[in-house]
């Protein structure tokens, strides 16, 4: 790792602020559908988001009926007639949740997943040449009828055939959203209006700081929205707020009601440090963040990522995507490197702020035990993503990458593995013992 104290770089980034469904659109759900609580403890709420008040608690495994659906949150029926609200994320959506759906063809054998991670359990799997019925696409997954229920594959691996088909089983139908119910957001900067999702997208108009913008749906890092005058575009989704329905917020009481941001360091044209064979840091903190985010969302939590692929992204928006999501933790993968190679080895996890992060810190770095590194503890790091960032934030380097021995080790896929499910550990004791904010 290099440069993460030097003064702040030009702004650019291209962050991935999706929380585990889309926010696009308000779903009202007629008649009843089903859902399996896969959390092994869940919360059920007052109203549809953390801030709310817990009312009760289901356990793993039970059957929850739905009776409607706002953002990421299902509205559900409980003994007694009660109503309350449970996080789409912590359930198994049982049914297909469409009347309408996008004909697709699968381009190569594809797995199918019961929810969007490849964690997730394998239902089957599709070969190339097969047809099938896309109901919802989040990111990187699209949600696809499956033997009459929902079910989740790879995107790539689907080719639009540009027909539409109708879901006739037994499931409940989606109504379009209704403009008054639509989610609004507010942009926190001077911006620009394009005609797709891109930063190299024609811009429509220029926007400016505080707008008001109707969100008609999401396509991964951008909204698709309406602005006052009526036009219709594209705005990324790491220049507005979404309100918080008048609530203030209230930290996660568990790592699966947690909002985890995921920092992969350097990306594009800032490679990071480098191996004595010429492999570039950038390449092996993605890897790792992928790891470790499909390991956080089998475990129920929502997870952000500051970037999804080899892209720069400025230092000082990295703190901001932490902010602007009200993240429970945020963790910034990195790679050290010493001046003369092979003379360091071992991970270190590094904190800002004793009151803050120190923690966090702690119980992540007790926590790797598996990685066949030598620890090196918490230490201080005058870190920029640490520095200013608002939430309980650390910076761990797994290695270096001047030490053909660290290297060796991290470049294997079962290092990262491990050290994925380390801090997932960690995290659960961190929530467990109270320490979140």
Known sequence: MKNLHLNKLPL??????????????????????????????LNIRRGPGLAYDVMGQSQSGARLDVIGQRNSWYEVRLAGNKVGWVASWLVNNDDASTSAARVAQVNAQVNVRQYASTSAKLLGTLTAGTNVKVVYSQGDWSQIVYKNTAAWVSTQYL????????????QTAISKANTATQIKVTTNTNTHLREAGGINAAIIEDLAKGAKLTVINQDGDWYRVRAADGKTGYIASWVVSTPSDGKSSKAATSLAEATIVLDAGHGGSDPGTHANSGEYEKTY????????????????????????????????????????VDADAFISIHFDSTPTANTGTGHTTYYYTKAKDYHLATYLSNSLTNLTTPSRGVAFGNYEVLRDNKQPSVLIELGYMNSDSDFKKFSKPSYRSRAALDIVNGLNKYFAAGYHR
């Not at 999706?18 to 609580?37: D, E, H, I, R």
Request: charged residues 15%; glycine residues 4%.
């Open 159 to 170: 080719d639009l055939t540009g027909q539409t088909a109708t879901v006739t089983s037994a």
């Open 285 to 324: 903190t993605l890897l790792t963040v992928d790891d470790i985010a499909s390991q956080l969302r089998a475990a129920g939590a929502n997870v952000v990522l500051t970037r999804s692929n080899d892209t720069y992204v400025d230092l000082a928006k990295r703190p901001i995507v932490a902010a602007n």
């Open 12 to 41: 650019f980034i291209i962050t991935a602020i999706l929380l585990g469904v889309s926010l696009a659109t308000t779903t009202v759900l007629a008649g009843t559908k089903q859902l399996t609580v896969r959390a092994s403890v």
